[in-house]
């Protein structure tokens, strides 16, 4: 059974940092691409992040410079550490994975999602 489980969400004051984790079980992580999406309280949900297998990343323009995503195959985990926060990143984020080694926007793409974690930034 796939699964996916998020942490380190939380409350953070504007310019902060956090770092999400997201561990992974029950398919070929190492094969997979393996990405973040996040969705405010009443938007739509959309892409943040995405990593593959050897460590290619794509980044929405809006956290380019300032969110950094990262995986450990050896552990199964993918990471976002988000760094100088604005109010506007606040929202549930969500791990993602395909089960293949492409990367994409869409999250129609993505069989595999995680619960989701609130992040919650105040200005």
């Known amino acids: 059974q796939v699964q996916l489980v998020e942490s380190g969400g939380g409350l953070v004051q504007a310019g902060g940092s956090l770092t999400l984790s997201c561990a992974a079980s029950g398919w070929t992580f190492s094969r997979s691409a393996m990405g973040w999406f996040r969705q405010a309280r009443g938007k739509e949900r959309e892409f943040v992040s995405a990593?593959?297998?050897?460590?290619?990343?794509v980044y929405r323009d809006s956290v380019k410079g300032r969110f950094i995503v990262s995986r450990d195959n050896a552990k199964n985990t993918v990471y976002l550490q988000m760094n100088r926060l604005k109010p506007e990143d606040t929202a549930v984020y969500y791990c993602?994975?395909?089960?293949?080694?492409?990367?994409?926007?869409?999250?129609?793409?993505?069989?595999?999602w995680g619960q989701g974690t609130q992040v919650t930034v105040s200005p």
């Open positions: 990593i593959n297998w050897s460590g290619g990343t």
């Open positions: 993602v994975g395909t089960g293949v080694d492409a990367i994409t926007v869409l999250p129609t793409s993505y069989p595999y």
